[in-house]
């Protein structure tokens, strides 16, 4: 058996032969420190900013993940209440990435956003036992039947000697957290997660209808897309561009003729594709957004939520969902033009784990366009007629940019750590922090 962590409840008698909070001894020992002994009952320490608002912390004998034993908390009736068990780990290596791992249980929990008031943390410390670098929250979720995994892998900064553990609780006084199976242990460093993405600038003229304006997207992919590219992304209302005919003249079933020619185009450059057309279901008209796989096979679609008033005037219907896709490199999300006048899609799709956000857009905002991929932290990738066309990485910086009837292509790393001065990386503070539980209307 693996050896176990005792735990401490503020001195309290500690029932350390039924808690299995695993890992850290693993690492003491990778690092030539001594194992605590599993009688340890000092090892966790209740920590709360004020007094007034710790929460009440024991060693559950009776609640576990694979067997009885884990570390609870209790919001204890408090409002304001805040406060976490504090575990401080052996020495760590600068520049060394580590992986912490902690599973949750909860009860009575304010919804909708438990990520508001459960937090797994590491906190980086110099020698001298002040911060080191930026707290990283254990950001990523896995649900297993009652439980809730949270990990996160992050490098030690240049002048951390130690690392923290944090497990929190905060802002729910009704509610009871157990925390348990917690690891913290040296991995490897991720290996880059490059993807080829190519978009396309072009707006073809008098094409005679559908058909033929698709017929100019195809062959510009054809002619100018790398053969080695990921992903392909054609602008909004493919099939009506050039062609001076109205929404219900063009609109057409997915599957679909349109879909069917540019499949075999993906299929061709071995891509996955993404296009905006004019979508028929029964008497209603959507504008939709169409991702393909590599085989040219529909893998999914997005119906445009935020309708300005002209195509609603012109018929068509709004859709209802931010659905996101699992690609073989990565999660993809779309959304379409005026989406990006509003704050909640991309905050949708980047929530659902959206790593790239797909954008056909005719014409818009290039200020929001990037606030979107600034404030969500995701690669944003435009099509556009009257809007630039792009790839930008999450800071908002445009790596490529395709003049009229070109294409433009940049190989993204969607491993890669983008870090703000001062606030570190902030993919795991958007899903920590954000508020979802405070209305809007």
């Known amino acids: 058996m693996a050896p176990v962590l005792g735990l401490g409840v503020c001195g309290a008698r500690a029932y350390t032969d039924r808690v299995r909070i695993l890992g850290l001894a693993l690492l003491f020992a990778a690092l030539g420190a001594a194992a605590p002994r599993i009688d340890d009952a000092e090892g966790w320490t209740l920590w709360s900013p004020r007094e007034e608002i710790q929460p009440r912390g024991w060693s559950d004998p009776l609640v576990g993940r694979e067997a009885p034993g884990s570390l609870a908390l209790s919001g204890a009736s408090k409002p304001g209440v805040f406060g976490e068990w504090r575990r401080a780990a052996s020495a760590v290596e600068p520049g060394r990435w580590y992986r912490l791992t902690a599973y949750y249980r909860t009860k009575d929990m304010p919804r909708p956003s438990e990520r508001q008031h459960v937090a797994a943390r590491i906190a980086w410390l110099q020698a001298n036992g002040k911060g080191a670098g930026r707290q990283e929250y254990a950001w990523k979720t896995e649900r297993e039947g009652e439980w809730t995994k949270l990990s996160v892998e992050a490098p030690a900064p240049p002048d951390a000697a130690a690392a923290r553990l944090e497990l929190r609780l905060a802002y729910a006084p009704t509610a009871t957290l157990w925390w348990d199976d917690v690891s913290f242990e040296p991995v490897e460093t991720p290996a880059a997660r490059p993807v080829k993405v190519a978009t396309v600038n072009l707006r073809p003229l008098n094409t005679g209808g559908r058909e033929g304006s698709i017929e100019r997207f195809a062959e ?56 905006g057309l004019y979508e028929r279901e029964g008497t209603v008209i959507y504008n939709t957004a169409v991702l393909l796989d590599r085989e040219g096979r529909v893998a999914g679609k997005y119906r445009k ?33 005026w989406d990006v006048q509003y704050a909640d899609p991309a905050r949708a799709l980047a929530l659902d784990g959206a790593e790239v956000v797909l954008l056909p857009i005719w014409g818009g905002s290039e200020t929001l366009a990037a606030a979107r991929a600034i404030e969500n932290h995701v690669f944003l990738v435009t099509s556009g007629y009257d809007h630039p066309t792009y790839v930008m990485d999450p800071m908002g910086e445009r790596m490529a940019q395709a003049p009229e009837g070109k294409v433009a292509v ?14 570190g990386s902030m993919r795991g503070r958007f899903y920590h922090e954000i508020r979802r539980d405070v209305p809007v209307e």
């Open 305 to 337: 939520v935020y309708l300005p008033r002209e195509e609603m005037d012109g018929g068509l219907t709004p859709g209802d969902s931010y659905p996101t896709f699992q690609t073989d490199f990565g999660r993809v999300g779309m959304m379409i033009c």
């Open 410 to 423: 940049a190989t993204i790393d969607l491993a890669k750590r983008y870090e703000w001065p001062w606030l």
């Open 220 to 275: 510009l992919v054809e002619k100018d897309v790398p053969a080695d590219t990921d992903l392909i992304l054609l602008p909004e209302g493919a099939t009506i561009v050039g062609t001076g005919l109205k929404y219900p003249d063009i609109a057409e079933t997915v599957p679909g003729p349109t879909t069917e020619r540019l499949g075999q185009v993906a299929k061709a450059k071995n891509a996955w594709l993404a296009v």
